[in-house]
T-cell receptor
Framework: EAEVAQSPRYKITEKSQAVAFWCDPI?????LYWYRQILGQGPELLVQ????????DSQLPKDRFSAERLKGVDSTLKIQPAELGDSAMYLC??????????????FGEGSRLTVL | AQSVTQLGSHVSVSEGALVLLRCNYS??????LFWYVQYPNQGLQLLLK??????LVKGINGFEAEFKKSETSFHLTKPSAHMSDAAEYFC?????????FGQGTELSVKP
């Protein structure tokens, strides 16, 4: 069964360092999402891509976060510099429904970040 | 903007008992609603979704949910809880292809 791949699964870093997460969506899925989930809370959307274009990045803290999906396939989410409050699970999801309300999102296992 | 309220951040049931996880949405237009489950340190998995075809929706692992427009609710139920159902459950409307998650409900199952 096709899955959304994410790496690394766990990352420990010190504040002010740079960190990057990678996501490979299910083949053929045009829409890719990055969510952040703080412990004890629901996931919050950071950025949504349609192919290589950003559809929504209104909740992305652009002073320190960046995301790209250069060829419309895999994607990288970067944080620089990392802050203590960035400790969270970063979830990648993909969908083949091109932004329709009925579309199911398929999630990866996530990348857990701990900032010391 | 659509949003959901999940009543009860933590629900505990005995094995074999009825599971009821509550979700109320706020919108004048019925949204498309999803229930996802998250096991510890894992991603989210779709349980079921309402897309207006039928008000009673059956999902995986014996779960089902009923969409009630008059009550703006989409509660998740399972007749008999199993130990493996212990997890975090999220109700979420889909708004323009984006899932808007609530706070979640943690389900504990006691032997």
């Amino acid at each position: 069964e096709a899955e959304v791949a994410q790496s690394p699964r766990y990352k420990i870093t010190e504040k002010s360092q740079a960190v990057a997460f990678w996501c490979d969506p299910i083949s053929g899925h045009a829409t890719l999402y990055w969510y952040r989930q703080i412990l004890g809370q629901g996931p919050e959307l950071l950025v949504q891509f349609q192919d290589e274009s950003v559809v929504d990045d209104s909740q992305l803290p652009k002073d320190r976060f960046s995301a790209e999906r250069l060829k419309g396939v895999d994607s990288t989410l970067k944080i620089q510099p990392a802050e203590l409050g960035d400790s969270a699970m970063y979830l990648c999801a993909s969908s083949h429904d091109r932004g329709r309300d009925t579309g199911e999102l398929f999630f990866g296992e996530g990348s857990r970040l701990t900032v010391l | 903007a659509q949003s959901v309220t999940q009543l009860g951040s933590h629900v505990s049931v005995s094995e074999g008992a009825l599971v009821l996880l509550r979700c109320n949405y706020s919108s004048s237009v019925p949204p498309y609603l999803f229930w996802y489950v998250q096991y510890p340190n894992q991603g989210l998995q779709l349980l079921l979704k309402y897309t207006s075809a039928a008000t009673l929706v059956k999902g995986i692992n014996g779960f089902e949910a009923e969409f009630k427009k008059s009550e703006t609710s989409f509660h998740l139920t399972k007749p008999s809880a199993h130990m493996s159902d212990a997890a975090e459950y999220f109700c979420a409307p889909n708004q323009g292809g984006k899932l808007i998650f609530g706070q979640g409900t943690e389900l504990s199952v006691k032997p």
